[in-house]
């Protein structure tokens, strides 16, 4: 693996349910990012943390909520999702000297988080 | 806007023979990218970048990149594709300048090796 751990790795849930995703990075970076993976589709950049910071939110609806208490974890707090939300949730890591500067490090993914949703 | 196209879904090769996978972009300014594989039940895994320099970018695993500014391309390539090399490959792209610091990411090609 490489460094980004995520869990749950596979969740069923209720349109009704509350859950939560969790991302740890043992890598040092300051930076983590959700993105949504559908079949076919582009990888979704659904927000960035940079230096803890939400930096980015890409037109996210409010059934998703980004938490990020500390530089090595990020969380994705669910609330009444719909069907069309099943997806590969991938959590990813990397270090910024500072936003839109300099040249793009490496990102570093987690293996994903299945979700489906009922 | 920055963004990239991967024209195919899927692409079918026979071991052994040579494999390339199609990129093209559209960026302001000078283009970083970047190329990630996927496999089953993984996280995506970066390959190889192109910054500045050589068109020809070597990465992990044998594989290889041409930068093609003429043509915004950047297609992936392997001289002897491996059954190992079945995966999912995300092509991913950033403007030197201007725009979002953060690549943005193609919808990926599923490359199937025959053995």
């Known amino acids: 693996e490489t460094g980004v751990t995520q869990t749950p790795r596979h969740l069923v849930m209720g349109m009704t349910n509350k859950k939560s995703l969790k991302c740890e990075q043992h890598?040092?970076?300051?930076?983590m990012y959700w993105y949504k993976q559908s079949a076919k589709k582009p990888l979704e950049l659904m927000f960035v943390?940079?230096?803890?910071?939400?930096?980015e939110n890409n037109s996210v609806p409010s059934r998703f909520s980004p938490e990020c208490p500390n530089s090595s974890h990020l969380f994705l707090h669910l609330h009444t999702l719909q069907p069309e939300d099943s997806a590969l949730y991938l959590c990813?890591?990397?270090?910024?000297?500072?936003?839109?500067?300099?040249?793009?490090?490496?990102?570093?993914f987690g293996p994903g988080t299945r979700l489906l949703v009922l | 806007a920055q963004s990239v196209a991967q024209p195919e879904d899927q692409v079918n090769v026979a071991e052994g023979n040579p494999l390339t996978v199609k990129c093209t972009y559209s960026?302001?300014?000078?283009?970083?990218l970047f190329w990630y594989v996927q496999y089953p039940n993984r996280g995506l895994q970066f390959l190889l970048k192109?910054?500045?320099?050589?068109?020809l970018v070597k990465g992990s695993y044998g594989f290889e990149a041409e930068f093609n500014k003429s043509q915004t391309s950047f297609h992936l390539k392997k001289p002897s594709a491996l059954v190992s090399d079945s995966a999912l490959y995300f092509c991913?792209?950033?403007?030197?300048?201007?725009?979002?610091?953060?690549?943005?990411f193609g919808r990926g090609t599923s490359l199937i090796v025959h053995p």
């Open positions: 990813a890591s990397s270090q910024v000297s500072s936003p839109g500067q300099g040249v793009p490090q490496d990102q570093y």
């Open positions: 890598l040092g970076h300051n930076a």
């Open positions: 943390y940079n230096f803890k910071e939400q930096t």
């Open positions: 960026v302001s300014g000078n283009p970083y």
């Open positions: 192109y910054i500045t320099g050589d068109n």
């Open positions: 991913a792209v950033r403007g030197e300048s201007g725009g979002s610091y953060i690549p943005t």
